[in-house]
T-cell receptor, first 112, second 116 residues
Framework: GNSVTQMEGPVTLSEEAFLTINCTYT??????LFWYVQYPGEGLQLLLK?????DKGSNKGFEATYRKETTSFHLEKGSVQVSDSAVYFC???????????FGQGTRLTINP | EAGVVQSPRYKIIEKKQPVAFWCNPI?????LYWYLQNLGQGPELLIR????????DSQLPKDRFSAERLKGVDSTLKIQPAELGDSAVYLC??????????????FGPGTRLTVL
C-alpha cells in the first residue's frame, strides 16, 4: 500500500540555520504531495502542496519539490525562525481511496 | 472564511463511558473526514463522508465507534463504551470533493480525549 517515511526527529537548530526535513514516499499512480504543520495545541495547517512531478510548492519561506525519480518531497527553508518550531507532517493523497496518508511527523525546535 | 470547527477541544472521561465529538466543516465542502492521531504519530483515517454518505469506513472500529453526518453538513463521531486505548486526538477535516484543489484537506483543531 501507499506509505510515507519521514526523517526521524526531533530536530533542533539555531535561528537562521538552513532546514531540511526529508520525506520519501511509496505510491501507485501519481499522488499529490503535501506538507502540513502542527503548532502546539493546534490542528494541522496546510503548509504547501505539489500535484505533479517537478512541481515546487512554496509558502512562508518553505519549499519542497516533487521528485518522481527519487520518490521524494523534502522540505527546505533557508533561514528558520523561532516561530517555525512545530511538528511537520509529510503526506500523500491516495487518489484511489481519496484519503491522506501521513508520515510519522518530525518535531522541529528552533533556539534563539 | 471560517475554518473547520470542532467541539469540545478537550474531554476527560472514565473508561466505559460514552463520548461524542462534533464537527462543522468549511461551508461548501462536500467531503468530510474523521482522523485519529495517537501521540507522536501522524493522523490515520477513520471515516470519510461524501455529503451524507459514508463512502469509506473500513478503518472505523464498528464495535464501539459510530458516526453520522445528517443533512450532509455537520458530523458527530461517537465512542461507546470508551477504552483506555482510545485516548488520542480526534481530528475532523473537510475538502471540496471535486474540481481543482479537491484533494486538499483542511483540518480543525481537534478534540483531545483522555480516558481514565
Amino acid at each position: 500500500g501507499n506509505s510515507v517515511t519521514q526523517m526521524e526527529g526531533p530536530v533542533t537548530l539555531s535561528e537562521e540555520a538552513f532546514l531540511t526535513i526529508n520525506c520519501t514516499y511509496t505510491a501507485t499512480g501519481y499522488p499529490s504531495l503535501f506538507w502540513y504543520v502542527q503548532y502546539p495545541g493546534e490542528g494541522l495547517q496546510l503548509l504547501l502542496k505539489a500535484t505533479k512531478a517537478d512541481d515546487k510548492g512554496s509558502n512562508k519561506g518553505f519549499e519542497a519539490t516533487y521528485r518522481k525519480e527519487t520518490t521524494s518531497f523534502h522540505l527546505e527553508k533557508g533561514s528558520v525562525q523561532v516561530s517555525d518550531s512545530a511538528v511537520y507532517f509529510c503526506a500523500l493523497s491516495d487518489s484511489g481511496a481519496q484519503k491522506l496518508v501521513f508520515g510519522q511527523g518530525t518535531r522541529l525546535t528552533i533556539n534563539p | 472564511e471560517a475554518g473547520v470547527v470542532q467541539s469540545p477541544r478537550y474531554k476527560i472521561i472514565e473508561k466505559k463511558q460514552p463520548v461524542a465529538f462534533w464537527c462543522n466543516p468549511i461551508s461548501g465542502h462536500n467531503t468530510l473526514y474523521w482522523y485519529l492521531q495517537n501521540l507522536g504519530q501522524g493522523p490515520e483515517l477513520l471515516i470519510r463522508y461524501e455529503n451524507e454518505e459514508a463512502v469509506d469506513d473500513s478503518q472505523l472500529p464498528k464495535d464501539r465507534f459510530s458516526a453520522e453526518r445528517l443533512k450532509g453538513v455537520d458530523s458527530t463521531l461517537k465512542i461507546q463504551p470508551a477504552e483506555l486505548g482510545d485516548s488520542a486526538v480526534y481530528l475532523c477535516a473537510s475538502s471540496l470533493g471535486a474540481g481543482e484543489g479537491a484533494d486538499t484537506q483542511y483540518f480543525g483543531p481537534g478534540t483531545r480525549l483522555t480516558v481514565l
